[in-house]
Protein backbone atom coordinates (compact mmCIF):
# COMPACT_ATOMS: atom_id res chain seq x y z
CA UNK A 1 0.00 0.00 0.00
CA UNK A 2 1.38 3.47 -0.87
CA UNK A 3 2.10 5.61 1.88
CA UNK A 4 0.86 9.37 1.33
CA UNK A 5 4.50 11.12 -0.02
CA UNK A 6 3.84 7.65 -2.86
CA UNK A 7 0.54 8.99 -3.95
CA UNK A 8 1.44 12.73 -4.41
CA UNK A 9 4.30 11.54 -6.35
CA UNK A 10 1.47 9.37 -8.32
CA UNK A 11 -0.57 11.95 -8.72
CA UNK A 12 1.90 14.64 -9.47
CA UNK A 13 3.42 12.49 -12.21
CA UNK A 14 0.17 11.84 -13.93
CA UNK A 15 -0.74 15.58 -13.91
CA UNK A 16 2.48 16.68 -15.74
CA UNK A 17 2.23 14.16 -18.32
CA UNK A 18 2.12 16.49 -21.31
CA UNK A 19 2.93 19.49 -19.86
CA UNK A 20 4.20 23.14 -21.45
CA UNK A 21 7.36 25.07 -20.43
CA UNK A 22 4.62 27.81 -19.12
CA UNK A 23 3.33 25.40 -17.09
CA UNK A 24 5.99 24.68 -15.37
CA UNK A 25 6.97 28.07 -15.06
CA UNK A 26 3.15 28.67 -13.19
CA UNK A 27 4.19 25.46 -10.89
CA UNK A 28 7.76 26.85 -10.40
CA UNK A 29 6.12 30.41 -8.97
CA UNK A 30 2.51 28.62 -7.33
CA UNK A 31 3.96 28.04 -3.87
CA UNK A 32 5.16 31.76 -3.40
CA UNK A 33 2.08 32.34 -4.79
CA UNK A 34 -0.05 31.02 -2.64
CA UNK A 35 2.72 31.69 0.78
CA UNK A 36 2.07 35.52 0.11
CA UNK A 37 -1.91 35.38 -0.73
CA UNK A 38 -3.25 32.67 0.14
CA UNK A 39 -4.39 29.32 -0.98
CA UNK A 40 -8.25 30.82 -1.64
CA UNK A 41 -6.85 34.00 -3.72
CA UNK A 42 -4.20 31.73 -5.77
CA UNK A 43 -6.82 29.40 -7.23
CA UNK A 44 -9.53 32.18 -7.78
CA UNK A 45 -6.46 33.65 -9.70
CA UNK A 46 -5.92 30.61 -11.84
CA UNK A 47 -9.61 30.34 -12.64
CA UNK A 48 -9.98 33.97 -13.62
CA UNK A 49 -6.98 33.69 -15.59
CA UNK A 50 -7.95 31.07 -17.96
CA UNK A 51 -5.38 30.47 -19.97
CA UNK A 52 -4.66 26.36 -20.38
CA UNK A 53 -2.03 25.99 -17.68
CA UNK A 54 -3.21 27.78 -15.17
CA UNK A 55 -7.01 25.73 -15.88
CA UNK A 56 -4.13 22.47 -15.82
CA UNK A 57 -2.49 23.51 -12.78
CA UNK A 58 -5.79 24.11 -11.21
CA UNK A 59 -7.68 20.93 -12.21
CA UNK A 60 -4.39 19.05 -10.95
CA UNK A 61 -4.55 20.55 -7.97
CA UNK A 62 -8.24 20.63 -6.83
CA UNK A 63 -8.54 16.83 -7.91
CA UNK A 64 -5.98 16.09 -5.18
CA UNK A 65 -7.80 18.50 -2.80
CA UNK A 66 -11.37 16.51 -3.44
CA UNK A 67 -9.32 13.52 -2.75
CA UNK A 68 -7.77 14.51 0.34
CA UNK A 69 -11.06 16.61 1.92
CA UNK A 70 -14.03 13.96 1.81
CA UNK A 71 -16.26 17.28 2.54
CA UNK A 72 -15.71 18.75 -0.46
CA UNK A 73 -18.30 18.09 -3.26
CA UNK A 74 -16.44 17.59 -6.24
CA UNK A 75 -13.27 18.40 -7.61
CA UNK A 76 -14.48 22.11 -9.17
CA UNK A 77 -13.74 25.40 -8.27
CA UNK A 78 -16.89 26.18 -7.09
CA UNK A 79 -17.25 23.05 -4.46
CA UNK A 80 -13.68 23.46 -3.49
CA UNK A 81 -14.20 27.13 -2.06
CA UNK A 82 -17.03 26.15 -0.61
CA UNK A 83 -15.27 23.71 1.42
CA UNK A 84 -12.29 26.12 1.85
CA UNK A 85 -14.26 29.44 2.59
CA UNK A 86 -16.42 27.49 5.52
CA UNK A 87 -13.51 24.75 6.48
CA UNK A 88 -12.00 25.42 10.00
CA UNK A 89 -9.04 27.52 10.53
CA UNK A 90 -6.63 23.89 10.55
CA UNK A 91 -8.44 22.21 7.79
CA UNK A 92 -8.24 25.15 5.56
CA UNK A 93 -4.39 25.41 7.01
CA UNK A 94 -3.83 21.52 5.97
CA UNK A 95 -5.52 21.81 2.58
CA UNK A 96 -3.15 24.88 1.84
CA UNK A 97 -0.16 22.09 3.27
CA UNK A 98 -1.18 19.39 1.07
CA UNK A 99 -1.44 21.47 -1.89
CA UNK A 100 2.12 22.85 -1.35
CA UNK A 101 3.17 19.34 -0.55
CA UNK A 102 1.82 18.42 -4.02
CA UNK A 103 3.46 20.95 -5.83
CA UNK A 104 6.65 20.00 -4.13
CA UNK A 105 6.44 16.68 -6.50
CA UNK A 106 4.75 19.04 -9.68
CA UNK A 107 7.94 21.21 -9.64
CA UNK A 108 10.23 18.22 -9.34
CA UNK A 109 8.26 16.11 -12.63
CA UNK A 110 7.32 18.74 -14.91
CA UNK A 111 10.69 20.07 -15.75
CA UNK A 112 11.46 16.88 -17.27
CA UNK A 113 8.16 16.27 -18.87
CA UNK A 114 8.34 19.89 -20.54
CA UNK A 115 11.78 19.61 -21.16
CA UNK A 116 12.58 22.66 -19.08
CA UNK A 117 16.42 22.01 -17.30
CA UNK A 118 15.53 26.19 -16.43
CA UNK A 119 12.76 25.43 -13.77
CA UNK A 120 14.21 23.74 -10.41
Same mark, same amino acid.
Given at each position: ?P?L?? &?????? +? ?7 KR?T? @?? &?????L ?9 L ?17 ? @?? +??KD???? =?K ?8 T ?16 T??? @?? +? =? ?14
Amino acid at each position: MPDLGQ &KRAAHA +WKSVQGCTKRYTS @LA &KSAPALIMSNGLMPTLAFYQAKGEDHHKDLLEHL @LV +WLKDRFPG =IKGADFSSTMTFLHSAESRDYRRATDETLEL @LR +W =IRQFAPAVSGDPSSD
